[in-house]
């Protein structure tokens, strides 16, 4: 069975920091663009970040760009996003997906395997 498994979420105070994983199961990551999506209550989902598969492209939303960092261990078929100086609006659920181009698309119709998610609550 494909499968997306996300962990690392959790409660941070404001300014701290997470790290969270992507591990796959069933299929191996090396050739999948691999993309990470939020959902606040209430918002729809967004992408905030994508990562090819060998690392050389990435995209961050501008909502994320200069405190989140993506990368990949394809050793380990799994992708990271490192996350620091939290806000209290970066509070969601957190979901990767792989996506079905060779690039990274920014339509999230162009993605599927989703894991279950992450809760990631900043909040002092």
């Known amino acids: 069975q494909v499968q997306l498994v996300e962990s690392g979420g959790g409660l941070v105070q404001p300014g701290g920091s997470l790290r969270l994983s992507c591990a796959a199961s069933?299929?191996?990551?090396?050739?999948?663009?691999i993309g990470w999506f939020r959902q606040a209550p209430g918002k729809e989902r967004e992408e905030i970040s994508c990562i090819s598969s060998r690392g050389f492209s990435i995209y961050y939303a501008d909502s994320v760009k200069g405190r989140f960092t993506i990368s990949r261990d394809n050793a380990k078929n799994t992708v990271y996003l490192q996350m620091n100086g939290l806000k209290p609006e970066d509070t969601a659920v957190y979901y990767c997906?792989?996506?079905?181009?060779?690039?990274?698309?920014?339509?999230?119709?162009?993605?599927?395997?989703w894991g279950q998610g992450t809760q990631v609550t900043v909040s002092s």
């Open positions: 997906a792989a996506s079905r181009r060779n690039y990274c698309s920014t339509l999230r119709a162009d993605f599927g395997s």
């Open positions: 069933g299929f191996t990551l090396d050739y999948r663009v």
